[in-house]
């Protein structure tokens, strides 16, 4: 058998005899594959021991969860398919929490798991598990391989399908003597069949006219930007139909980024934490335009009371999205960027000022940013911390948040101008995320400024991955909201269940000593005025540094729209705060 | 509603998993599921009758084209179709009571495929309110009906093609009438026709 070296990449071009492992090593290679995130383990040991022949650098990380993670935050970061590995049994089912994270969200990766040798399969043997089983409705497709020469077939056609259509997650799991038989690697011959678009897939020429209709004869029009415009690259486009046809634009969570947050036409986030403007805006209009988004229940409360007068025009890549919660009076199904270049020529322009002059006062007399409803007495209120990190970073940092209310304070306070900036797990809520997510970030874009900013709870869920940064010299930021309560849930327990605060008040470490203990410097701050200093300091240093924020322990996130109530019927912040409004709050 | 899709599958293992998985995880349960060969190597064909609300044809038909085996789907809807069901009936008859059941399967146009010196087995294949129908007469007579064996619902357009062997073969969408637009040409209770 020839040997390989580690940068050659002959075997790339010739065919050449490898065993299993080598051939996955070989064809992520051939992928594009630089970086890969995972643990070893008996099953996969094969795949490890051929790892130093191959130009990809490994993340070890300290649980698998971490590597999924850490797999989706790179992708979402960098736009690429994030790879991670795990062994068997145990190693596959920690994986599942992020597979479904990236499902949800519809982000491409690959996760390469190994699994007991086929003779013992179906018997029970030690960590076998039937991930691809487990993995089903969690993935766009997983492949179960127990032949060497089926190896690189599989994994080129997994990234084929994470990359294709609307991304997302697939799954090879791989036996073991597959991975240590030898079979002839053909990468040219392993390519998959050309990628067949969805069948559904319509955008009609009188579709098209049709949409342009209802837009140049709109006079409340309303654009919906989602998460679909990073996956379709679409901003540009997006612009240009804003600007060009002066129409309000409100985001999805998702969605942030998409649309620079400084641009006059943006409305901020719209949904259960929305301001009153973008949600009022919503419920007033008379044709919303749906932009790669899929009317998530948090976007819109219920639908039977959701911009009841409003036509819907619903551009959308995937065809099982058209009329699931919403149903759309004109649905353009593909890709969001070649839609709005066909429908772009059909749209010359607008003038849109009676209706942007409506919102602008429904702004004007809304209680304006809650933030600046906030006592500045001494306290320190998490909203400060995103407002002070935004205007700090510039808006320029990769932010990776976890999921509560710090991931809202973020999206209200943070200015996102710029797209993969913001990294959140907006469809499943998955705590412990930010941490691995703003590792797999730094992992991808190692000339950005990272940030991870988490809640006390969530950190405590992945904070083993502390010493993967430390392992792999990462300078990631960390910040976390510490509010000694599971947020979130408490702000429920207080509106919804009598303040009846059971099991909300958490326990948690010294974060400034956990990290200490992990050779990672950090600070405390109870006071905003101690704030831009401690967020510099972590900025000036090389290397990672974290922030545990001692913040009001029983705020809230306001506004809030009560789940399953319409979009107008939210709680706004209690007025009995002073006002005091800072020169840096504007 | 019932609907009732036509589904062209790769013919590998875990195919009807995934299938069945996604009815799953719509909530929406399969009335009848039938799998089977087609006219191409390693496809087969599935038909699978749900019930659920009417919106959801469309849907359910994008979320199966989504799953990665599935080469075709033909929502039937109410487009003129030839549906069958085959069914074995096992009842208890003897000497005695045989020959009435021989007129009933007579009338029915089913078979006796079956006979024992205790019971025998009726051999039925049409719609399913014909089998039912039998079943009902076998029931009401005091025949006791010991065991039932149905295959669930199979269904082809009526016509040239369906629209999964046209684009199978690239010939591109058929001409061929939009579901939901010609009424159903068999009722349910009509099954003179089918007898």
Not at chain 1, 32 to 46: D, K, M, Q, R
């Amino acid at each position: 058998m020839n040997e390989i070296e580690k940068n050659d990449s002959a075997h790339l071009t010739t065919p050449t005899r490898l065993t299993g492992a080598e051939i996955v090593l070989a064809t992520i290679v051939g992928e594009g594959v630089t970086e890969v995130f995972g643990y070893p383990g008996g099953a996969n040991l094969p795949i490890y021991d051929a790892l130093r022949k191959f130009p990809i650098r490994h993340i070890l990380v300290r649980h698998e969860q971490g590597a999924s993670h850490m797999a989706d935050g790179y992708a979402r970061a960098s736009g690429r398919v994030g790879v991670a590995f795990a062994t068997s049994g145990p190693g596959a089912t920690n994986l599942v929490t992020g597979i479904a994270t990236a499902m949800m969200d519809s982000i491409p990766m690959v996760c390469i798991t190994g699994q007991v040798s086929s003779r013992v399969l179906g018997s029970d043997a030690f960590q076998e598990i039937d991930i691809t089983g487990i993995t089903l409705p969690i993935t766009k497709h997983n492949f179960l391989v127990s032949h060497t020469e089926d190896i690189a077939p599989a994994i080129r056609h997994a990234f084929q399908i994470a990359k294709s259509g609307r991304p997302g997650p697939v799954l090879v799991d791989i036996t073991k003597d597959a991975q240590q038989a030898a079979a002839i690697f053909d990468f040219d011959a392993a390519k998959p069949k050309p990628y067949n678009p969805h069948p559904m897939l319509s955008v009609l020429e009188g579709h098209l006219h049709e949409a342009a209709d209802l837009i140049r004869a709109a006079k409340r029009p309303v654009i919906l930007a989602g998460h679909g415009i990073m996956q379709s690259n679409a901003g540009e486009q997006i612009r240009t139909l804003a600007e060009r046809m002066q129409i309000p634009v409100g985001m999805t969570l998702l969605g942030l980024g998409g649309f620079p947050a400084s641009h006059p036409l943006n409305l901020g986030m719209m949904g259960m934490h929305g301001e009153s403007w973008v949600n009022d805006a919503i419920q007033q209009a008379d044709l919303l335009i749906a932009c790669g988004m899929r009317f998530d229940d948090r976007v819109i409360g219920t639908p039977s009371t959701y911009s009841p007068n409003s036509k819907k025009i619903h551009i959308e890549i995937d065809p099982s999205e058209i009329n699931k919660n919403i149903k759309a009076d004109v649905a353009l199904v593909g890709d969001l960027r070649q839609v709005l270049e066909q429908l772009l020529p059909l749209l010359p322009g607008r003038d849109g000022s009676a209706w942007l002059n409506t919102i602008a006062a429904s702004r004007g007399t809304a209680a304006v940013l809650d933030i600046k409803n906030l006592p500045d007495s001494g306290h320190l209120y998490a909203a400060h911390v995103m407002h002070d990190l935004w205007r700090i970073t510039e808006g320029r940092a990769i932010v990776a948040t976890d999921v509560g209310q710090h991931q809202m304070w973020e999206a209200q306070y943070y200015r996102h101008d710029y797209p993969h900036t913001l990294i959140t797990s907006g469809g499943l809520g998955t705590m412990g995320f930010a941490l691995p997510a703003g590792i797999g970030a730094k992992v991808a874009c190692p000339d950005k400024e990272v940030w991870v900013i988490a809640g006390d709870g969530g950190f405590q869920m992945t904070a083993c991955e502390l010493a993967t940064i430390v392992q792999e010299k990462l300078n990631v930021n960390i910040a976390i909201i510490n509010n000694g309560y599971l947020g979130m849930v408490r702000q429920w327990q207080e509106f919804f269940y009598e303040k009846n605060y059971e099991s909300t008040p958490l326990v948690s470490p010294d974060f400034v000593k956990l990290a200490d203990a992990h050779g990672i410097p950090g600070i405390a701050v109870r006071d905003r005025g101690d704030l831009e200093a401690a967020v510099q300091t972590a900025r000036g240093h090389q290397g990672p540094y974290l922030i545990n924020f001692l913040v009001e322990q029983e705020d809230s996130v306001y506004p809030m729209i009560p789940a399953g109530k319409a979009l107008h019927e939210m709680i706004r912040r209690p007025g009995s705060n002073p006002l005091v409004e800072k020169p840096e709050d504007k | 509603m019932l609907h009732t899709f036509v589904a062209y599958v790769e013919d590998k293992p875990g195919v009807l998993t995934r299938v069945a998985s996604l009815f799953r995880r719509l909530n929406i349960n399969i009335i009848s599921l039938t799998v089977g060969h087609s006219e191409r190597p390693g496809v087969s064909r599935m038909t699978i009758v749900c019930a659920a609300p009417d919106a959801a044809a469309d849907r359910i038909r994008a979320s199966l084209y989504k799953l990665d085996d599935v080469i075709d789907v033909d929502d039937i809807g109410k487009a003129p179709n030839v549906t069958r069901e085959l069914a074995l009936i096992k009842v208890a008859a003897n000497a005695h009571n045989r020959s009435h059941i021989f007129e009933l399967a007579e009338v029915f146009r089913a078979r006796i495929v079956d006979l024992a010196p205790e019971s025998l087995m009726i051999e039925i294949t049409g719609v399913e309110s014909k089998i039912e129908g039998l079943i009902q007469v076998l029931n009401e007579t005091e025949d006791r009906v010991l065991e039932v064996c149905r295959s669930g619902k199979m269904t082809m357009r009526r016509g040239k093609h369906s629209t999964g062997v046209l684009r199978a073969m690239g010939a591109g969408e058929p001409d061929i009438p939009k579901p939901g637009n010609l009424p159903l040409e068999t009722g349910p209770d009509n099954f003179a026709d089918n007898i």
